[in-house]
């Protein structure tokens, strides 16, 4: 993508400044920040009087009387650990203020939930660690003095005195007297694995496993779950009926009744992925139930608390994403029969009847379609790696062949989908509360933080297919393009992301067709890049039909009884962006990326 850093060739360390690490002091975190913002001010006051209020016994009842704050405030790695460091010095001090004959067992929730939030942000756990107290604990008294003793301070103490500050300190000059050594380790490994990586680009498989990825189905989860434990029989029963509730405007009613159940049962990573589904498509309708118009700002705990807690396992966001109304919501009817419309379901379903269905099954077949591509490509890297040319010319023929088949599994939209009820029944709950004007403010997840967050809807752009393939092409989209497709590799499954990722550090294909002069190379990567453009540009014909022609007609046929299609995102994708503007930038720099005999960009026609 755009502006992303390469990151680096198999067998070599990143810089130091991937890892925090900076050159002149070590694993120690450079300027500190002193001061959190202003509605965290309790927290500090309390931090910077710990020593007083230990000693006089009044520490438990100031921290008693904080409010419960939101840790959304705290963005930037700096702020976070400023903000740890304070947190653990007020729960050590809480805990242990008044000596090992009066312990607190427990913390109280105004500082517990902030605190354990944070820490899961950071990826470090809810106590006062050696990346607080010595590596995020320190300032030097003249900005522009030396890293002496001398000129040094602690942002926060316990009691102890010059002790307890000397502790500290001493601690981290030692971490900075280190920093020359893990400077030349760097410069050691490096010169140590060179020769290794050297070789193992003659040696190194790319492989799909590791990933979710499947050679029959590529990035679909095979043979999806239908059935939940009996457990969660109240999520299965109001999911398994949503398209009656919500046109008898009847769903919140019953998620209101819903109740609170626990996602330890959730044992297998297709249980999980299936809860995912379930609540989502939950939340969308309840959110949805009464149009753009209406729209729920507040999911109830009973829905929110499980639903972010699926999320933060699968590492996806709480909303409907691809991974759930795609490639988790698919079933054969005959188990033994083809991958064919006629014989697939869908596992939850919204209002839309046979057109909802239709829309979910040919994006199925389009991804199903998309696997023999994601195994060509896997095999290109592999012939690249192995300088074998035959191979990948090979390999690249196959992927273009795939393109094709997934333009064609497209078509089938146009036999299965009708436009105006794409537009005004099914597409309200596909949209998002990111860059929605129906939602401008985002959604509330009680229980999960008092201010609202902002998601965005579904979106093509969540397929991992054409990251992939963008990735393995070399194409790069415009800034605001590749930004907004960047993101949208948050809403995938993390395996997947990896996956993408992964195709960006391997040897650049574009540049060994550049620089190889091979004629057959050459056109089967301009054939590549011909095959994926024509797609693009039939996305976009198919977007104008489903989308910009329908928008002027569909309000006046939507039943009644139905939210109606979202205004607000006229002209506009479920995800937020503006469709069509956006839509041709990608397929044009497509074209753009095309190679002429000599190895230079064509122009684009």
């Known amino acids: 993508m755009a502006g992303k850093q390469s990151p680096p060739k198999e067998g070599t360390l990143e810089s130091l400044e991937k890892y925090h690490i900076k050159e002149d002091i070590g694993f120690a975190l450079e300027h500190p920040l002193e001061e959190l913002p202003d509605e965290y001010n309790a927290w500090i006051f309390i931090g910077k009087n710990l020593p007083t209020l230990i000693a006089n016994g009044h520490l438990r009842a100031e921290v008693e009387k904080l409010p419960m704050l939101s840790v959304d405030g705290l963005q930037g790695h700096k702020l976070q650990r400023l903000a740890h460091l304070v947190l653990g010095c007020i729960t050590m001090g ?19 939930v902030p605190y354990c939030k944070l820490s899961e942000s950071l990826g470090l756990p809810p106590i006062l660690v050696y990346a607080d107290c010595v590596l995020a604990n320190w300032k030097k008294k003249d900005p522009r003095g030396p890293m002496t003793y001398e000129n040094m301070d602690i942002l926060f103490a316990f009691p102890g005195g010059d002790c307890s500050k000397g502790f500290f300190l001493v601690s981290l000059l030692v971490e900075i007297a280190a920093s020359p050594a893990i400077k030349d380790l760097q410069f050691l490994w490096n010169q140590i694995m060179e020769p290794q990586r050297q070789n193992l680009k003659t040696t190194l498989q790319f492989s799909l496993g590791g990933y979710h990825i499947s050679e029959e189905y590529g990035f679909l989860l095979p043979n999806p779950l239908k059935e939940l434990p009996d457990h969660y029989r109240p ?9 009656h509730l919500i046109q008898n405007h009847q769903l919140r009613a019953h998620v209101n009744k819903m109740p609170l159940l626990d996602v330890q049962f959730l044992k297998s990573y297709e249980e999980q992925r299936l809860a995912h589904l379930v609540l989502s498509a939950i939340t969308m309708g309840y959110v949805w139930q009464e149009g753009e118009t209406q729209p729920k700002e507040v999911l109830p705990r009973n829905l929110a608390l499980p639903f972010v807690e699926v999320s933060r396992t699968l590492g996806l966001p709480p909303i409907l994403v691809h991974a759930d109304l795609v490639l988790t919501n698919w079933t054969k009817r005959n188990s033994e029969g083809p991958m064919e419309i006629s014989n697939l379901e869908t596992i939850i379903s919204f209002p839309g009847g046979q057109s909802l269905k239709g829309f979910v099954l040919v994006t199925v077949l389009v991804e199903k379609a998309a696997a023999p591509g994601i195994k060509a490509l896997a095999q290109a ?3 690249l790696l192995q300088s074998n040319q035959d191979a990948l010319i090979h390999a690249l023929q196959q992927l273009r062949l795939s393109i094709l088949d997934i333009t064609q599994a497209l078509g089938q939209m146009h036999d299965y989908v009708d436009p105006d009820i794409f537009y005004a029944v099914i597409r309200i709950f596909l949209s998002g509360w990111q860059d929605n004007p129906a939602m401008p403010s985002g959604l509330i997840y009680e229980g999960i ?41 948050d ?17 650049s294909l574009r540049e060994h067709v550049m620089s190889s002069g091979l004629g057959q190379c050459l056109t089967s990567y301009n054939q590549c890049l011909k095959a994926l453009a024509e797609l693009r540009s039939y996305h976009i014909a198919m977007v104008t039909k489903y989308l910009i022609i329908t928008a002027s007609k569909a309000r006046s046929k939507r039943p009644a009884h139905l939210p109606g299609p979202p205004q607000a995102l006229e002209g506009r994708g479920t995800g937020g962006t503006a469709v069509l503007s956006f839509l041709k930038s990608v397929r044009d720099k497509t074209l753009e990326a095309m190679l002429h005999p000599s190895g230079t960009m064509q122009s684009p026609p």
Not at 96 to 105: A, F, H, L, M, T
């Open 94 to 112: 809480y805990v242990w203020g008044k000596g090992d004959g009066d312990i607190k067992k427990v913390l109280p929730r105004n500082i517990a």
């Open 235 to 243: 999520w299965m029963e109001i999911a398994s009926n949503l398209p």
């Open 381 to 383: 890297v592999n012939a």
């Open 449 to 489: 933080s008092t201010k609202p967050l902002q998601y965005s809807g579904g979106s093509a752009a969540q397929s991992s297919v054409l990251h992939a393939l963008d990735e393995f092409l070399g194409i790069r989209h415009s800034k605001e393009s590749a930004a907004f497709l960047y993101r949208m590799r």
């Open 491 to 507: 809403y995938m499954p993390p395996s997947h992301k990896a996956f993408i990722e992964k195709i960006h550090s391997v040897p």
